[in-house]
T-cell receptor
Framework: GQSLEQPSEVTAVEGAIVQINCTYQ??????LSWYQQHDGGAPTFLSY????GLEETGRFSSFLSRSDSYGYLLLQELQMKDSASYFC????????????FGTGTRLKVLA | NAGVTQTPKFQVLKTGQSMTLQCAQD?????MYWYRQDPGMGLRLIYY???????DKGEVPNGYNVSRLNKREFSLRLESAAPSQTSVYFC?????????????FGPGTRLTVL
């Protein structure tokens, strides 16, 4: 089957850098996406890697290595508002349009 | 531009009751999705519609039916609600095939089945 595994929880202090990992088992996918979800809210798109390497979007960067079946989201200069859950996701390449979300990582930012 | 809208926002049902969750998008997207999210858990795909007139099962379709009424609207029906269907339901849409296939989510429907 297809699965994307993430650590369940990560804690860091304001101003720090944190990395959220995503390891996957899937036969093929178009790219790796990252979504942020605050408590009580809906997921919102953060970042996307179509190719291997690093993509930078402001304080957030995302990395993909297809050969290692691995990706990560890097959050720099952490702020209290970054406390949220983060999900990696892929669109299946089998000819369907199914999206598969990771297990999710809850980030707690401490003052 | 409202994006993706869902109704209702909250609903309480008794076991065995039926209801339909409504979803509409105004971004002219081809693909629409229904997910459920249980407390502290990730998103699980219930059903999706790659284009108007087509629907397919996702990971957890049992107990649900869907209708892609037109390009804008995608409804989810619970025929006989069970306590195990207590969850938050999210509808999403995307323009599949272009770039990151970004999923745009509605605000969610919080459903409790007693």
């Amino acid at each position: 089957g297809q699965s994307l595994e993430q650590p369940s929880e990560v804690t860091a202090v304001e101003g720090a850098i944190v990395q959220i990992n995503c390891t996957y088992q899937t036969s093929g996918f178009y790219g790796l996406s990252w979504y942020q979800q605050h408590d009580g809210g809906a997921p919102t798109f953060l970042s996307y890697n179509a190719l291997d390497g690093l993509e930078e979007t402001g304080r957030f960067s995302s990395f993909l290595s297809r050969s290692d079946s691995y990706g990560y989201l890097l959050l720099q200069e952490l702020q209290m508002k970054d406390s949220a859950s983060y999900f990696c996701a892929v669109r299946d390449q089998s000819g369907t349009y199914k999206y598969i979300f990771g297990t999710g990582t809850r980030l707690k930012v401490l003052a | 531009n409202a994006g993706v809208t869902q109704t209702p926002k909250f609903q309480v049902l008794k076991t065995g009751q039926s209801m339909t969750l409504q979803c509409a998008q105004d971004m002219n997207h081809n693909s629409m999705y229904w997910y459920r999210q249980d407390p502290g858990m990730g998103l699980r795909l219930i059903y999706y519609s790659a284009s108007e007139g087509t629907t397919d099962k996702g990971e957890v379709p049992n107990g649900y039916n869907v209708s892609r009424l037109n390009k804008r609207e995608f409804s989810l029906r619970l025929e006989s609600a069970a306590p195990s269907q207590t969850s938050v339901y999210f509808c999403a849409s995307s323009e599949t095939g272009q770039g990151p296939d970004t999923q745009y989510f509605g605000p969610g429907t919080r459903l409790t089945v007693l």
